[in-house]
Every structure is written in structure tokens, then in C-alpha cells.
């Protein structure tokens, strides 16, 4: 029972604190959220339990090679691994048994027919209900649909493991960047069913984070934070692409002077890693009414094809004539919801569609498994003669790249600073050439 985990520490402070160094915590997904997540528990808490049905991804983790998360989680994971606070396993239903407190990092998606799909968070919750006590409580990590804790969450968790009156219900909403360096130093969101879960994701989001946490009284306030924040990312991403694809702006320039007038990053231009779940979600959780949620939507959802448009433009591509080759350079950080659905995704098969053969060229970033056959290095890289050059992300590691090899269009999706040559079109635009 957590509940022989509170104590009263706090002096002076009404209410018990839970007793985080002697904390058995069970992390669900190991994608990038639930590796950054298994890293910061576990450097606060006792003993942290990885679970995921993927074989493969558990067996990196054990071999300290994460499969996503970033330089700063690749770094730590030995050592949390090696001191014994972190284990990863297959075995859901093990890493349940022996937690209290259990972090749901699965999130959800949407599928074809634009409604949410929770079958992935559904499906681990079944694989744990049987190892979940009464007393424990399970935290949803959103991204999710407003209303999934108190009714896909709690009639799955009803079905194969106590009663929800027995088990505490919590939402712990991070901050859309999913490093861990965001998740460690940024503001949270937490709420519960009860005053005793609210305390112990309260207490346990501020034990792993230097940043605010703040609580507020109904989990689907928490869950909704969460689909807004991203909903407002998404609508002003497609702000700065509709400034891109109009005549004589540099969005770009535009969106970094902004967000230093208004101290909030605005999005540039080109497209995220996620599907636009934000405004999917409010769009199903709303049902009607919602003509902006709607527009985001849909831009956000369409913008991908735009890109195999222009660059089905730039190369006045037939297919009679040959293979044509697309080197798409950069891929846009990844959310936590269905890679077949990502927007790098809905353009390689834009592209492979219309019979081309798009490559994929980013050696700094987690690429969706499905897209590993398109992958290229940097070096297999230089020696290609791309018909056209997209760039989707601005690296560091791409200078490195030969540009002046490719006598190809670019087409710069992100404002990148990359001298990538003359040939240079802003996204959409296939007769706005500039020079550099």
C-alpha cells in the first residue's frame, strides 16, 4: 500500500510527504518520454522498473544503448542502470507487481478517420491491471485526449485489476519537449482523484524537476493543459508556414524576433514531429463548434503534402524519365504518437507515391523504425546526385554535408542557416527563388 510510503517531514507544512527515496515506480513506453522519465526517477527515487512489450527496445536499454532520448539520456542511463535504480523489462504485468506508483508514458495517437486511437495505452494497461494493488496509483502521462483518465484509463484498469475506488488516479502533464533536459527543468502539471494521489504526483513531479509544478483539481483540467499548449504550438507553426508560403517574408527571421519580443518560442516554419494531436484531441473531446481548432487541424494535417508538391514542382518530376531522387535532410523531433502517422512519414509516402525515391539523412536523430529502409548517413549522403534536397531540421552536423555536390533545388522548409547554395526555395513556393 503507498500509503506506509507518507510521512510527516514536512514541518510546519500541513499535510504528509511521500517518503520518495524508498518509491518503487513503474514506467510504461520506453520511447523518448518514457526514457527521459526512467532517468529522472530513477536518479530520485529507489528503484525504477522500465517496462515495454517492444523486445528490442528493452534489450538497448539493458545494453545502455537507448533507442531514443537523446545525448543526454544515452549518457546517464549506465549509470542508473549499473547502481541498480533502473532495470527495463517485457514482463508488464512483473514491473506492476512491483510498483506503487505507475507512469503510463504510452500516450495516444489518432487515426485515419481523424478520431483518437488509445488502443497502445489501452493495451498496456490490460498487460498491468493484473500487477496493479490497491492503494497504488497510476498517473497518465499525456499526451491524451481530455477525459482518457477518468474513463479509458479507469474502465480498463476496472476490468482486469481493482476497483478504481481502490486505486488512485493521477495526471502529470510535462512540457511538450519531451528531452530530458526540458522535462528536467520545466513546469508540470499534476492533478488526481484524490488528495492523495494529487500529493504523491505533486510530490513525485517535483523530486525529478527543478521547475513549477502546479496542481489543479480535476485530471482532465491537467489532461486539457496538455492538448491546448500543443493545439497553440500547432496553430502558430501554421501561422509561420502560411507566412513562408507568401511572397517577400522571411518567417524564419520573423518567428525568432517575435519570440524574443514576446519571451514564448514560436515555432518557425516547416513542419513538427508529431501529428497535430493537439488540436485532434480537442476536436473529438469538444465535438462541435470549433472552426479554429478545425483550420489547425487540417493545415497542420495537409502541410506535409504541400512539401511533395513543391518539391514535385522544383524537379518538374515525371516518372517517364527516370528515378528521381529526394534527399530529405533533418527529422523533426518525434512525438510519442504513431510514427506511421508523423509528418516526416506522411511525406515519404507523398513522395514514394508519386514515384520517387526519397531518402532520409539525419545521423543525430531517432528515426521512426518504418523509415529505416530510407536512412542514409552522412557520408552514403555525399555521394548522391538528388534530384532535389528538402530540408526539414537545421543541424550542426550538416555542414558537413557537400552542397556544392547537389546541382539540385533546395527546398528549405525551416529557414535553415545552412548555405545550402543559389538554388534555394522557400517551402510552397516553387518561383520564389532567392540567393543566399
Known amino acids: 500500500m503507498i500509503d506506509a510510503l507518507f510521512d510527516d517531514r514536512r514541518s510546519g507544512v500541513d499535510g504528509d510527504a511521500l517518503a520518495i527515496e524508498r518509491l518503487d515506480v513503474a514506467v510504461y513506453g520506453l520511447d523518448r518520454t518514457g526514457l527521459a522519465l526512467s532517468v529522472l526517477c530513477a536518479q530520485a527515487v529507489g528503484s525504477v522498473t522500465a517496462a515495454d512489450a517492444d523486445g528490442s527496445r528493452v534489450s538497448a536499454v ?164 496538455d492538448a491546448v499548449e500543443r493545439t497553440a504550438e500547432e496553430m502558430l507553426r501554421s501561422l509561420s508556414n502560411e507566412l513562408a508560403v507568401s511572397a517577400g517574408i522571411d518567417a524564419a527571421t520573423v518567428a525568432e524576433l517575435v519570440s524574443m519580443r514576446v519571451d514564448r518560442p514560436l515555432p518557425g516554419p516547416g513542419v513538427g514531429g508529431s501529428q497535430p494531436i493537439g488540436a485532434g484531441f480537442l476536436r473529438d473531446a469538444v465535438a462541435d463548434r470549433t472552426p479554429l481548432t478545425d483550420s489547425v487541424y487540417r493545415s497542420t494535417r495537409e502541410f506535409p503534402r504541400l512539401i511533395a508538391e513543391t518539391v514535385l514542382d522544383a524537379v518538374d518530376h515525371d516518372p517517364e524519365d527516370g528515378e528521381t531522387t529526394v534527399l530529405i535532410v533533418g527529422v523533426p523531433e518525434a512525438g510519442a504518437d504513431d510514427a506511421a502517422a508523423m509528418p516526416l512519414s506522411l511525406l515519404v509516402r507523398a513522395l514514394t507515391r508519386a514515384e520517387t525515391r526519397p531518402l532520409v539523412c539525419d545521423p543525430v536523430a531517432d528515426l521512426p523504425r518504418g523509415l529505416t529502409p530510407h536512412a542514409v548517413s552522412i557520408r552514403a549522403a555525399n555521394r548522391l546526385n538528388p534530384d532535389a534536397v528538402v530540408v526539414l531540421a537545421d543541424r550542426l552536423v550538416f555542414e558537413e554535408l557537400d552542397w556544392e555536390r547537389y546541382d539540385a533545388p533546395v527546398v528549405d522548409c525551416c529557414g535553415s542557416a545552412l548555405d545550402v547554395g543559389e538554388d534555394r526555395q522557400r517551402l510552397g513556393r516553387p518561383d520564389s527563388l532567392r540567393s543566399r
Open 62 to 225: 539493458r545494453r545502455g544503448q537507448p533507442p531514443a532520448g537523446g545525448p543526454l539520456v544515452a549518457s546517464a542511463l549506465p549509470d542508473e542502470i549499473e547502481a541498480g535504480r533502473l532495470r527495463s523489462t517485457t514482463d508488464i504485468a512483473a514491473a506492476a507487481a512491483d510498483a506503487r506508483i505507475h507512469l503510463l508514458a504510452v500516450g495516444a495517437g489518432l487515426r485515419t478517420d481523424d478520431t483518437p486511437d488509445c488502443s497502445a495505452l489501452r493495451s498496456t494497461l490490460r498487460d498491468a491491471a493484473a500487477g496493479v494493488d490497491p492503494g497504488d496509483i497510476v498517473v497518465v502521462i499525456p499526451p491524451v485526449p481530455p477525459g482518457t483518465t477518468e474513463g479509458v484509463v479507469a474502465r480498463t484498469l476496472a476490468d482486469g485489476g481493482p476497483s478504481t475506488e481502490a486505486v488512485g488516479l493521477g495526471v502529470w502533464a510535462l512540457p511538450t519537449d519531451r528531452s530530458l533536459r526540458a522535462i528536467r527543468s520545466g513546469d508540470s502539471v499534476v492533478a488526481g482523484t484524490d488528495d492523495r494521489s494529487r500529493e504523491a504526483v505533486a510530490d513525485l513531479a517535483g523530486a525529478t524537476t527543478a521547475g513549477t509544478v502546479s496542481t489543479v483539481p480535476t485530471v482532465a483540467t491537467a489532461e486539457c493543459v
